[in-house]
């Protein structure tokens, strides 16, 4: 047992349950206040990384100095999923993938367990992974819900080469297996729609799941990435795969749904 080590756990997870509450009482002032759909959640996103990184860097710096030098330069903290994108909504999943090279020191799985335990007693509901390269190269290839949610990940700490890897090596896979990744996609989202129902004929629809909701705002983008290697609207327009104003109503309604969810 040591108390200092003690101290700071409490210590982090008590300023961590605190920013949660306070981030999700700013999303409902902006929303009453009016503020568009993507502006809250863009905000809410950057105040949960904030969160995320103060207690991934507290639990680092409890290990001795060698090895938290070690776990700075070899390990990259991956948002990924909604978090990658700037979606999130006050009780959205934070989604998170430790990735790394190696682990001669077995020090990352403890550091993953952690941080759950450190977020989710701080009241966040953590989606999270430990993974190398070839491991999440793998699981997305026969996996639809990975290959999606890693389209869109974005560094949050560590290494930039890793997730430079990682996005070379998924833009590899695309260009071999494009036709079975592209089937497996639409599969999962036709079966997440049959699950959900018809929005039109339901009193509560899922507003990210229903047909017409978040989810085929982003199944575009997964879809635009498969085929065009761009996730973005933006992107697709300049490649006259969209039109700006297709792209636009894109836009508004994404805003709109943000905004209800």
């Not at 403890?110 to 009241?123: K, S, T, V």
């Not at 890897?165 to 695309?174: E, H, K, M, S």
Request: hydrophobic share 40%.
């Amino acid at each position: 047992f040591d108390p200092q080590l003690e101290s700071q756990t409490r210590g982090v997870v008590a300023r961590a349950a605190a920013g949660v509450a306070e981030a999700r009482e700013r999303m409902a002032d902006q929303r009453a206040a009016g503020s568009p759909g993507t502006q809250i959640c863009t905000l809410a996103s950057d105040l949960f990384e904030t969160i995320v990184l103060d207690v991934y860097h507290t639990i680092v710096e409890t290990f001795p100095a060698e090895t938290a030098a070690f776990v700075r330069r070899e390990v990259a903290v991956v948002a990924h999923g909604g978090f990658g994108r700037r979606e999130m909504a006050p009780y959205s999943d934070v989604d998170v993938m430790l990735l790394y090279d190696r682990d001669p020191e077995g020090v990352v799985p403890g550091i993953a367990r952690q941080l759950l335990q450190d977020l989710f007693d701080a009241g966040l509901d953590v989606g999270q992974s430990v993974r190398t390269v070839p491991e999440a190269i793998r699981l997305a290839q026969r996996d639809a819900t990975v290959f999606s949610t890693l389209i869109e990940s974005r560094l949050i700490a560590g290494p930039p080469r890793l997730l430079e890897r990682l996005q070379t090596r998924l833009g590899l896979l695309v260009d071999r297996h494009r036709p079975r990744l592209l089937s497996q996609v639409m599969e999962a989202r036709g079966e997440e729609r049959d699950r959900h129902g018809r929005s039109a004929s339901l009193l509560q629809p899922n507003v990210k799941r229903s047909p017409g909701g978040l989810r085929d705002l982003q199944f575009v983008r997964w879809l635009g990435y498969l085929g065009w290697g761009e996730p973005t609207f933006s992107g697709l327009v300049m490649r006259n795969v969209l039109s700006a104003a297709d792209a636009d109503a894109l836009r508004e309604a994404r805003s709109f749904i943000l905004g209800v969810r």
